[in-house]
């Protein structure tokens, strides 16, 4: 377990776009996978996109597909959400979450992949 520093939550109106930023605490790692999932009130934890340093790829949720893209920085383990035309639906608590491996295609969404969890960011699209 490492531990992550999350950033980049905040209040924006429909519409817009926000930026949140997640990277381990002090180290660097060659190979891993990171990932974003969110919890709305009341509803369960979802899978959202995730970025794999081994390969490059990226996934995403149906639901934010063509809106949300995740990157990572060129020179340390760090990963980007940048969430544009946000919509209400997009409310909720944002973890990062991190694996110092490569997961597999099939698994990359799935909670029990990673070992290490960011505090959480709140986003919050109301006009």
């Known amino acids: 377990q490492v531990q992550l520093e999350e950033s980049g939550g905040g209040l924006m109106q429909p519409g817009g776009s926000l930026r949140l930023s997640c990277a381990p605490s002090g180290r660097t790692f060659s190979s891993y996978t990171m990932a974003w999932f969110r919890q709305a009130p009341g509803k369960e934890r979802e899978f959202v996109a995730v970025?794999?340093?081994?390969?490059?790829?990226?996934y995403y949720a149906d639901s934010v597909k063509g809106r949300f893209t995740v990157s990572r920085d060129n020179g340390k383990t760090a990963a980007y959400l940048q969430m544009n035309r946000l919509k209400p639906e997009d409310t909720a608590v944002y973890y990062c979450?991190?694996?110092?491996?490569?997961?597999?295609?099939?698994?990359?969404?799935?909670?029990?992949?990673?070992?290490?969890w960011g505090q959480g960011t709140q986003v919050t699209v109301s006009s």
């Open positions: 979450a991190f694996r110092p491996s490569r997961i597999i295609t099939s698994a990359v969404s799935n909670e029990q992949m990673y070992d290490s």
């Open positions: 970025i794999r340093s081994s390969d490059r790829s990226t």
